[in-house]
């Protein structure tokens, strides 16, 4: 059964970090994309940030130089290093990958993460 568990979310305080991990498991297919989306409150999911096989990573404006994202192909696993959090960081964050073959996409169930003092 395909399925994205993701760890590593939690409370911090603004300036503070946190890492988060996603390992993908019985997907039959090649992953070609990987990344995190996140969704705040009465908000819209946002894609915050992914990284595609070849290694060229992506990220949304108000998290870039503050969030890095990694991959470990041979492992289906993508990890999001998030430094110098915001209470606006503040959200559920989302693992996804995406097939190579026909671009479908997987989810997983999200980790919350709080940025508050």
């Known amino acids: 059964q395909a399925q994205l568990v993701e760890s590593g979310g939690g409370l911090v305080q603004p300036g503070g970090s946190l890492g988060l991990s996603c390992t993908a498991s019985?997907?039959?297919?090649?992953?070609?994309?990987m990344g995190w989306y996140r969704q705040a409150p009465g908000k819209q999911r946002e894609l915050v940030a992914s990284i595609a096989g070849d290694g060229v990573s992506n990220y949304v404006d108000s998290v870039q130089g503050r969030f890095t994202i990694s991959r470990a192909n041979a492992k289906n696993t993508v990890n999001l290093q998030m430094n110098s959090l915001k209470p606006e960081d503040t959200a559920v964050y989302y693992c996804y990958a995406q097939l190579e073959i026909n671009g479908f996409v997987y989810w997983g169930r999200g980790t919350q993460v709080t940025v508050s003092s």
């Open positions: 019985g997907i039959p297919f090649s992953i070609e994309a």
